[in-house]
């Protein structure tokens, strides 16, 4: 098993709609969780961290269930902008005891007109 | 303006050189990495620094080498041990050295070997 795993997509979706992305982890240890936006070609850009309690920001909603070991991309109304691949963050502890940022492949969205 | 520059943006060169890429940040952060992205792959941690004069191989630091010798500063050679050296080089640094705090990325640097 992965220690991160998204659905690469693509998420094909008209302007408008709402969209969501799921990530899961591997390891329970792990404490800091992040959504990051890829545009192509460019470097990642944080979108948002991820609290236990879940956080929005606008139009965006992360959520992060410990029990079950996943993190959620909720994006509403979608804009061609959004247009992108979103990449999901997780911190796990790696050799040596050292924390590490395991990154997800990806899931890419294409926001249609 | 705060961030972190790498050059060059586009780099080509012959197999069997070596090549170095440039990362600056005036961010203060302790912490600087260097990733690797091929297509289909998600980021691959080369190497990282937590604090200047200190550095730790990643996953795939064979064919690589940097140095931390000022705060601001972790530059990349890829030698020409490196196998498969073409590929999206992307310098980061944080806050933080457990890597709990987010990343702040440069723009990358591609890397084409001929």
């Known amino acids: 098993r992965k220690e991160v795993e998204q659905d690469p997509g693509p998420f094909n979706v008209p302007e408008g709609a709402t969209v969501a992305f799921n990530c899961t982890y591997s390891?329970?240890?792990?404490?800091?969780f992040f959504w990051y936006r890829q545009d192509c070609r460019k470097e990642p850009k944080l979108l948002m961290s991820?609290?236990?309690?879940?956080n929005e920001d606008g139009r965006f909603t992360a959520q992060l269930n410990r029990a079950s070991q996943y993190i959620s991309l909720l994006i509403r109304d979608s804009k061609l902008s959004d247009s992108a691949t979103y990449l999901c963050?997780?911190?796990?502890?790696?050799?040596?005891?050292?924390?590490?940022?395991?990154w997800g492949l990806g899931t890419s969205l294409a926001v249609n007109p | 303006d705060g961030g972190i520059t790498q050059s060059p943006k586009y780099l080509f060169r012959k197999e069997g050189q070596n090549v170095t890429l440039s990362c600056e940040q005036n961010?203060?952060?302790?912490?600087m990495y260097w990733y690797r992205q091929d297509p289909g792959q998600g980021l691959r941690l080369i190497y990282y620094?937590?604090?200047?004069?200190?550095?730790q191989k990643g996953d795939i630091a064979e064919g690589y080498s940097v140095s931390r010798e000022k705060k601001e500063s972790f530059p990349l050679t890829v030698t020409s041990a490196q196998k498969n050296p073409t590929a999206f080089y992307l310098c980061?640094?944080?806050?933080?050295?457990?890597?709990?705090?987010?990343?702040?990325f440069g723009e990358g640097s591609r890397l084409t070997v001929l």
């Open positions: 961010l203060n952060h302790d912490a």
């Open positions: 980061a640094s944080s806050t933080d050295r457990g890597a709990l705090r987010e990343l702040f």
């Open positions: 963050v997780v911190n796990m502890y790696g050799a040596g005891n050292n924390r590490k940022l395991i």
């Open positions: 991820v609290y236990s309690s879940g």
């Open positions: 390891n329970s240890a792990s404490q800091s």
């Open positions: 620094s937590q604090i200047v004069n200190d550095f």
